[in-house]
């Protein structure tokens, strides 16, 4: 009997560990890139992986609350900095990709104008990530700025949670047109959505995204969050945010 309930036990254990479960909060804009990467990194570990989207200034919020989340992609260096700053992370922040900056419409608005169109007249309303909390939200003002059309479109500008909603704007065609990622464009969800254009990269800041390991989820997660960490520089999951549109970062 004794040997009996110690073989359930380990059965048990062993269940336990297997079944291991991560959770990583990731940048909107990361929606379908670390949904391939997750899938990949659990082909190769056997550690699954939850993932959950938002804006990063919320997500960092929700981990400062203590949100059990073991590792955060960001769309920025300066919240992960924040967080490392503060004592809530496990690892330095590391940059694992380059966001690049759209315009998008589905509405047949002329894009071959580039950011200029937003002051036009039959351009009604806007749709770009609040620029509290979303750093591609921050870019967005600042093309508008650079080709000095920010001050005719104050009326225009429809504020979205994230990326993820400026999306769901335009592809409901609430608004003439968004600022949004490629990453979300090149998707095979959205590739055939519309059309785009990329935004000279000149008009707003590099959009340096990093990650860190966070402490709020338990030690055996803190191990296994470092793993993923270390899974987003391999040449899988490089290759993984190249196709998505990604700059990456030099070796």
Excluded: H
Excluded at 96 to 104: D, F, N, Q
Excluded at 129 to 153: Q, S
Excluded at 218 to 228: D, G, H, L, Y
């Amino acid at each position: 009997m004794k040997l009996f309930k110690l073989t359930l036990t380990s059965l048990a254990f062993a269940s336990a560990l297997a079944a291991q479960t991560i959770t990583v909060a990731a940048a909107a804009n990361m929606k379908y890139a670390v949904t391939d990467i997750a899938k990949a990194f659990t082909k190769e570990s056997g550690i699954d992986v939850k993932i959950i989207t938002g804006a990063s200034g919320k997500l960092t919020q929700q981990i400062m609350s203590g949100a059990p989340y073991d590792a955060f992609l960001s769309a920025d260096v300066e919240y992960p900095s924040k967080l490392a700053n503060g004592g809530f992370t496990t690892t330095p922040a590391y940059i694992y990709a380059y966001g690049s900056l759209i315009l998008w419409s589905d509405t047949g608005v002329d894009l071959s104008k580039g950011v200029a169109i937003v002051a036009d007249p039959s351009v009604k309303k806007i749709a770009l990530a609040n620029p509290k909390t979303a750093p591609y939200g921050i870019e967005a003002m600042n093309a508008m700025k650079y080709y000095k059309v920010a001050d005719d479109v104050t009326g225009k500008i429809i504020t979205a949670e994230s990326i993820s909603q400026v999306g769901a704007y335009v592809t409901t065609k609430a608004v003439d047109l968004g600022f949004m990622a490629k990453s979300i464009v090149l998707s095979p969800e959205m590739k055939n959505v519309g059309k785009w254009v990329e935004i000279d990269d000149k008009a707003y800041n590099t959009i340096d995204q990093a990650m860190v390991g966070l402490k709020n989820g338990t030690p055996e997660n803190q191990i296994a969050s470092k793993k993923f960490l270390r899974f987003m520089s391999s040449a899988k999951a490089l290759e993984i945010l190249k196709a998505n549109g990604y700059g990456l970062p030099k070796k």
